[in-house]
C-alpha cells in the first residue's frame, strides 16, 4: 500500500510544513505493522512541541511521536487514503 502516485490537498498545501508532510508519508511508509487503506494522523502543536498520533483501525495501530517544532499551525485531523491507483493526504474537513 501507498506505494503509488501521491496527492495532497489544497487544504493540505496550505496549512500543513512541507517537512511535515513529507514525515507523515514517512510514517505511514515505515509502519511495522500491516497497513489499512485509512491512515489517520492528529496533529497537536503547544508550545514549540508537535505532538503526532499515528493510527489505523484494521489492524488495530497507534504510535505517538513528539517533535520539537519551530513552526506552528493549529491542532489538525489528517488523512492518508490509499485508492489503489493512488494516495491523497487531506484533511479530516475535506473528506
Do not use: C
Not at 69 to 85: H, L, N, P, Q, W
Amino acid at each position: 500500500m501507498f506505494e503509488n502516485p501521491r496527492y495532497l490537498t489544497k487544504g493540505i498545501s496550505e496549512r500543513i510544513p512541507v517537512l511535515v508532510q513529507l514525515l507523515l508519508w514517512q510514517m505511514a511508509d515505515e509502519m511495522p505493522v500491516r497497513k489499512d487503506y485509512l491512515q489517520i494522523f492528529r496533529l497537536e502543536w503547544k508550545n514549540g512541541v508537535l505532538k503526532i498520533t499515528h493510527s489505523q483501525e484494521v489492524p488495530p495501530y497507534t504510535r505517538t511521536y513528539t517533535l520539537t517544532a519551530g513552526e506552528t499551525v493549529k491542532t489538525e485531523k489528517i488523512y492518508i487514503i490509499d485508492s489503489g491507483e493512488y494516495s491523497t493526504m487531506l484533511l479530516a474537513e475535506e473528506y
